[in-house]
């Protein structure tokens, strides 16, 4: 079955700084890896997504993701960091679930904080 | 604009009745998903459906029940038998010729008192 692993439950950061979310996967086959973002009391946004290609995505508001297979991680990064940064970040993996279907499951989460 | 539509954004019950949350979408999406999503412990789901019609369980899905008759329209009922029902719950849809990201709604808080 597939998992992700968000490590951290919590990341702090200076406004400026560069961060890292971190995002571990297990699942059979090639994967479809996904970020989202929750503000409070909201639903969840696409950030971006990896499905082939290049190993570096970049997406939206300045957020990029490293794929590495042999570690099976896709890191979530952004060079300098805003105080509006601060959220609740998803990593997901899609797999299918057999019938023409497929199923995202998600990490638990990690909360970031951007301190100014 | 195409989206997601949840409702009502906020809702309490009493203990022993069951609720209804609306989850309506533009999308011309396939596949819907209900997940309910708690403190520290992420998104689970609960329902989803794949066709109009057809649905399947989820990993949570006692105490719920759905109904699929509109392409548009996936509702959520939370019954009296599921045991701890205040959670803050997350309508997705997929296009399934797409590559892959589900589209969520803005969810539905549910509260029992």
């Known amino acids: 079955a597939q998992s992700v692993a968000q490590p951290e439950d919590q990341v702090n950061v200076a406004e400026g700084n560069p961060l890292t979310v971190k995002c571990t996967y297990s699942?059979?086959?090639?994967?479809?890896l996904f970020w989202y973002v929750q503000y409070p009391n909201r639903g969840l946004q696409f950030l971006l997504k990896?499905?082939?290609?290049?190993?570096l995505v970049k997406g939206s508001y300045g957020f990029e993701a490293e794929f590495n297979k042999s570690q099976t991680s896709f890191h979530l990064k952004k060079p300098s960091a805003l105080v509006s940064d601060s959220a609740l970040y998803f990593c997901?993996?899609?797999?299918?679930?057999?019938?023409?279907?497929?199923?995202?499951?998600f990490g638990k989460g990690t909360k970031l904080s951007v301190i100014p | 604009d195409g989206g997601i539509t949840q409702s009502p954004k906020y809702l309490f019950r009493k203990e022993g009745q069951n609720v209804t949350l609306s989850c309506e979408q533009n999308?011309?999406?396939?596949?819907m998903y209900w997940y309910r999503q708690d403190p520290g412990q992420g998104l689970r789901l609960i329902y989803y459906?794949?066709?109009?019609?057809?649905?399947q369980k989820g990993d949570i899905a006692e105490g719920y029940s759905v109904s699929r008759e509109k392409k548009e329209s996936f509702p959520l009922t939370v019954t009296s038998a599921q045991k701890n029902p205040t959670a803050f719950y997350l309508c997705a849809s997929y296009d399934r010729v797409g590559t892959g990201e589900l589209f969520f709604g803005e969810g539905s808080r549910l509260t029992v008192l």
């Open positions: 459906s794949q066709i109009v019609n057809d649905f």
């Open positions: 990896y499905i082939t290609g290049d190993n």
């Open positions: 699942v059979s086959g090639n994967p479809y």
């Open positions: 999308l011309n999406h396939d596949a």
């Open positions: 997901a993996v899609r797999a299918y679930s057999g019938a023409g279907s497929y199923q995202l499951t």
